[in-house]
């Protein structure tokens, strides 16, 4: 280790522990005018004791993050209390210097914790899904708190009843924070100005309700210049979606253009060909990152007034339970849909099968024969090099044996039909079961 190095180290120590008083050795990187030339000896000898330092305040701040596990999150107490699995989501914009050293700290940290997940940090700042039991779930939060930068940062906590949620931990930098074509770094997303301004959960039910409200005189909208933008895939409108709103013609969110279409009518652009200084845009997603970044694209594309809702869905169903929401949330990780109780477990959906049929002939039917669903829960189409999420009633599961139409059930490449919620693995387990198979026959 070179001393240039080892004072890095120290520096990160500090930022790790900044509430810790202990006695540190002061090193200087080169010999000074000062002080006669320290002999090789005695600058390895402090260059360890600095190490071993750096080591001491990363174990000091992980028993203490352990022992104060608290979250300002209103789920969050009672998880905490069973001692479950949880799944927790937070993100940041916010300019981060140095990120490598930045996942550095985070990956020192985390060793030893039972976390697995995706954090990914780059110079605009943070993103971050991942399971693990509460307590070690909860004392990263508590450790992210400790830097002012992320001292208030909205997290969102949910029970994993299956245990993790993710596979393993993904722990890196990552040029954009969410992916959508062309990248995110170009785009103005430390500037709070250049976002949507985020509406509380009560704010954002008093806009919908009064969007939604019916002039019975007239039959028409009493608030048309307002248009309620799902800023999610297609498929994550099908589980659930807050009512009035259209269902997104998009399957990846990298692909979103919405209000960036060159012609003035286009049918699957609800932004096509309205005045961008007169109509009010309210956009909502899971979390809030990808209404955040989106909205920063339609400011710079001249539209006047965008509103997000802040925290998303999730931090909306805690706060105001499942009013003017229809459905189940659609979720990135193995438990792939939440019903509303999941987040406020008095939430009783005041939704009627006839409301939600009438939404839309997607909503809540199966992908192949239309069918009126039960249970608001995708599955991966059974053959590999399709893949397709999809909804689909037992009938046609068991005819299709698990794909999403007759052609992929000749492909080369089948996975077998999946019982109840599980998920598919990798594909060479599959291929080597059936070779075990074949061979054994």
Known sequence: MTPTAATTSFQCAVVLAPKQSLSLPTLSPFPTTAHKPLSLFTQTLQLSVTHLTLKALISISKSESKKNVKCGCAVSSELSKDGGFVVVNFYRFVFIQDPELEVSKHLSFLQGFDIHGRVYINEQGINAQYSGPSKDALAYVEWLREDHRFSDILVQISPASNGHAFPKLKLRYKPSLVQLEGGISHLPLLDPLMRA????????????????????????????????????????????????????????????????????????????????????????????????????????????????????????????????????????????????????????????????????????????????????????????????????????LEDLRGCCCLDCTSAPRLRPVLPGHQRYKKWYIYRDMELQTNSTA
Not at 227 to 243: A, P
Not at 371 to 388: K, M, P, T, V
Request: aromatic residues 8%; glycine residues 6%.
């Open 197 to 396: 301004t985020a509406l509380a959960p009560s704010e954002w039910r008093k806009r919908l309700e009064a969007v939604n409200k019916i002039d019975h005189a007239s039959n028409e909208n009493s608030n048309a210049n307002c248009i309620l933008l799902d800023v999610r895939n297609g498929y994550e409108w099908d589980v659930g979606h807050f009512r009035g709103a259209q269902r997104p013609d998009v399957d990846c969110f990298r692909s979103t253009s919405f209000g960036q279409s060159q012609s003035e009518v286009i049918v699957s652009d609800p932004l096509a060909n309205v005045d961008k200084e007169k109509t009010d845009i309210l956009m909502y997603c899971t979390g809030g990152i990808r209404c955040d970044v989106y909205s920063a694209i339609l400011r710079q594309r001249g539209f006047q007034n965008l509103y997000t809702l802040k925290g998303g869905i999730s931090h909306y169903l805690e706060k105001e339970g499942p009013v003017e929401w229809i459905g189940n949330l659609f979720v990135f990780d193995s438990r792939l849909s939440l019903p509303p109780s999941t987040y406020k477990t008095e939430a009783v959906s005041e939704t009627s099968r006839a409301h939600q049929v009438s939404e839309g002939s997607t909503f809540a039917r199966c992908y192949i024969c239309n069918s009126q669903l039960h249970e608001l829960r995708h599955r991966n189409c059974a053959n590999l090099d399709c893949n397709l999420l999809f909804l689909c009633c037992t009938r046609c």
